[in-house]
């Protein structure tokens, strides 16, 4: 066009611009992984919370039987190593109370909405902390990141939003000018990215192979069958505590009898 000059881009705005479009990409990916590795926490979080009130309180309750009669044992039959046994039996007890009886077994049942999911994976495109400029402001993604992974187990979305608008009216810190600093950005920002997407693949899969999501996959498989693995376990374990007290009972009566 007569009269204008169409500005050439230099090879480093090229590469600039290649940068961001990969960047853009990288975010989206790694914004999937992390909101697939919130629902997988949340998810076994609230398996374990039905699988302790349904079976671990149960297993507390056997343990405290069998405590019961070791201690029972140690009174009427004092030895070193009869002793040792009751004091044994009584702390796997108190870690069974405590396990069954803790804060996770209080998580409840939790299906995030549509609209927590697509606010959780735009908190994360934008706050994440591997795409931070430097310690400062890695520092303030991690806090925001932090918040916002509790308000999402919460289901609160509220929460999310107020995150993600806090985060953007300070965001608008630059740090370094010219086209070399901000290609170096966006270079250390693409490789901490990377690294963050391989490391939540890696807690995934640890997760998997882990004995509460084992569990939960034998309970969706006895579900296809028409089977309630937890209530069988119950059911189970029930019979073992009417065991251990019937044992316990027996040895009690056995010790208060006249020789």
Known sequence: MDGQISKRRTPEEREVERKREELAVLRSTLAERELELADMRSSLAVFEGRYLRQVGSLYA???????????LEAECRPSAAATARAEEASEQARR????????ASETKDFTPSPELRNLFREIAKRIHPDLARDSADEER????MADANRAYQSGDSETLRRILTEF??????VVGDGIGAELIRLIRQISLAKDRIVAIEGVLELLLKGEIAQLR??????EQVGRD???????????????????YEKLAVQESSPA
């Not at 069974?96 to 804060?103: K, L, N, P, V």
């Not at 953007?168 to 810190?173: I, T």
């Not at 693995?229 to 044992?247: G, P, T």
């Open 61 to 71: 309750e056997l343990d405290e039987w069998k405590a019961r009669t070791r201690r």
């Open 96 to 103: 069974a109370y405590s396990e069954a009886h803790g804060t």
């Open 141 to 144: 993604r991690t806090r925001f």
């Open 168 to 173: 953007e009216d300070g965001s608008e810190v």
């Open 217 to 222: 996959k034998q309970s969706e498989a006895a």
């Open 229 to 247: 693995l937890l209530a069988e376990l119950a059911d189970s374990v029930q019979r073992e505590i009417q065991n251990a007290r019937d044992e």
